[in-house]
């Protein structure tokens, strides 16, 4: 089996380990937003993270990014524990955010974003100048390899389209050795092709051997490329799956609460009258009708 090699240095073989969050939790005063949240990631792997607004995600997503230290519980690296004390901390140990505002500037071009914060130069101390040239050639190669066709480098990112910016800012991490990559409802506001176009580089992303976390409340598209699946509610799991052991409608259900819709839908029914099933509201629920 053939070995790669993590930030830290540490052989790894496919499916390894890379990240493990053990009864993680947060307190913010009295407020528990976390309460023994377990996780774990590994290589060549896509970890679905799901849950409504306030069920949790924001704040995990902090923890691993190093915005935040979790009050309870341990966060290992590579079967090292660690708390991170800034991003740069977690960045360091290959650990990569990709946020929906994805921290690209639109009026610069495709090249000054990939390099943004981490610019190549060429020349001697006051003769230090950007290398425009290397840097263009980086970028191509990379985007091609992610099988992102950009004709002209010198666009502005502002003019290219949602799923364009995130497969870009993907391909970025990738390149600057990132070994787990944290997505942050990278299709929250793509349509449906566009977020076909994002799925599709998530898995390649995976597919180059990354731990990815996927963070979503959209649970199509999680179980489209996922091979794990967490739900939070309330800043608890309340479901743990593997990909064999779940099916998407058992998916969909459990994200859209369940029991507590099936408890709903009795309230909510006439005398006499049959209760919609839950995975009829939860189908309801998902697609906005």
Request: hydrophobic share 40%.
């Amino acid at each position: 089996m053939t070995e790669t090699t993590t930030a830290g240095g540490v052989p790894q073989t496919p499916n390894t380990e890379i990240l493990r969050l053990t009864d993680v939790g947060k307190r913010y005063g009295n407020v528990h937003a976390l309460r023994g949240v377990s996780l774990s990631v590994r290589q060549g792997e896509i970890t679905c993270v799901l849950g409504d607004n306030g069920a949790g995600k924001s704040t995990l997503i902090k923890i691993i990014a190093g915005l935040h230290q979790h009050s309870e519980g341990t966060v290992q690296v590579n079967g090292e524990e660690v708390r991170f004390g800034s991003p740069r901390e977690s960045l360091e140990r290959g650990i990569a955010t990709v946020y929906q505002d994805l921290a690209l500037v639109p009026l610069m071009s495709i090249w000054r974003n990939f390099f943004l914060g981490a610019e190549l130069r060429t020349g001697v101390g006051p003769l230090k100048r950007l290398d425009v040239k290397r840097m263009v050639a980086i970028a191509d190669e990379e985007l091609t390899k992610m099988g992102i066709a950009v004709p002209d480098l010198e666009r502005p990112v502002g003019a290219l389209s949602g799923g364009q910016r995130q497969c870009i800012a993907i391909a970025r991490a990738i390149y600057f050795g990132a070994k787990v990559l944290i997505l942050d409802e990278p299709t929250a506001a793509l349509g449906v092709k566009q977020s076909g176009v994002v799925l599709k580089y998530v898995a390649k992303a995976r597919d180059a051997g990354l731990g990815v976390i996927f963070i979503t409340h959209n649970p199509h598209h999680a179980y489209l490329v996922g091979n794990h699946f967490v739900i939070l509610n309330r800043g608890n799991v309340s479901l743990d799956m593997a990909r064999s052991q779940i099916t998407l409608d058992r998916l969909t259900n459990e994200m859209a609460g369940g029991a507590e819709l099936e408890a709903l839908s009795h309230e909510l029914s006439a005398p006499g009258q049959t209760p919609e099933p839950a995975a009829v509201l939860a189908a309801s629920r998902e697609t906005g009708r």
